[in-house]
């Protein structure tokens, strides 16, 4: 699972309030990325960080921010939370040597 | 922007039959990846190709590089039931892939394995 881990696995939430996906790694690696999953629309890359607050956006990023003031860490916050933003949320980390690409377990959000 | 299709984008085979699954892209290939994913699930890391001609396999699934076709195939041999899930191709958008590109995703083949 290359030590991902991602919180919180489940949440929901109304519209309007702000919500954080956090995303560790154990592993010390570089390369990070959000992505969603929405039926009909497959992964899409929201944001993603090369270094240690080093981040770009992906082709979905409006509504989102990201930060990442350690290694570790990558963190993905919703603002004001609205409807569209309901779905099924990735971490990956990408390794350095062979840029094999690693997947969390997915953090899963509805917004009523 | 770079697109991935995968074909098909259902499959039902017979527990034992072989099948193979195709996933073509709208640009040129820095490196293809595939995933298996159970519904509801995390994406689990199958294999990743960088080179032209490269093939891969783990256990009973085989996966090729044709550059020039820009496209991937994933071959699983004797099927089973623990095959069955969603398979989904990724591609790099730039060379080299060990890079910080950006990657985009086929929209996954479900497969099904009938006893």
Not at chain 1, 6 to 33: D, F, I, W
Request: aromatic share 10%.
């Amino acid at each position: 699972d290359a030590g991902i881990t991602q919180s919180p696995r489940h949440k929901v939430t109304e519209t309007g309030t702000p919500v954080t996906l956090r995303c560790h790694q154990t592993e010390n690696h570089r390369y990070m990325y959000w992505y969603r999953q929405d039926p009909g629309h497959g992964l899409r890359l929201i944001h993603y960080s090369y270094g240690v607050k080093d981040t770009d956006k992906g082709e979905v990023s409006d509504g989102y921010s990201v930060s990442r003031s350690k290694t570790e860490d990558f963190l993905l916050t919703l603002e004001s939370a609205t409807s569209s933003q309901t779905s099924v949320y990735f971490c990956a980390i990408k390794t350095w040597g062979t840029g094999e690409l690693f997947f969390g377990e997915g953090s899963r959000l509805t917004v009523l | 922007s770079q697109e991935l299709e995968q074909s098909p984008q259902s499959l039902i085979v017979q527990e034992g039959k072989n099948l193979t699954i195709n996933c073509t892209s709208s640009k040129t290939l820095y490196g293809l990846y595939w995933y298996k994913q159970k519904y509801g699930e995390g994406l689990i890391f199958l294999m990743m190709l960088q080179k032209g001609g490269e093939e891969k396999s783990h256990e009973k699934i085989t996966a090729k590089l044709d550059e020039k076709k820009q496209q991937s195939s994933l071959h699983i041999t004797a099927s089973q039931p623990s095959h069955a899930g969603i398979y989904l191709c990724g591609a790099a958008n730039r060379s080299p892939p060990q890079g910080a590109q950006k990657l985009v995703f086929g929209q996954g083949t479900r497969l099904t394995i009938n006893p």
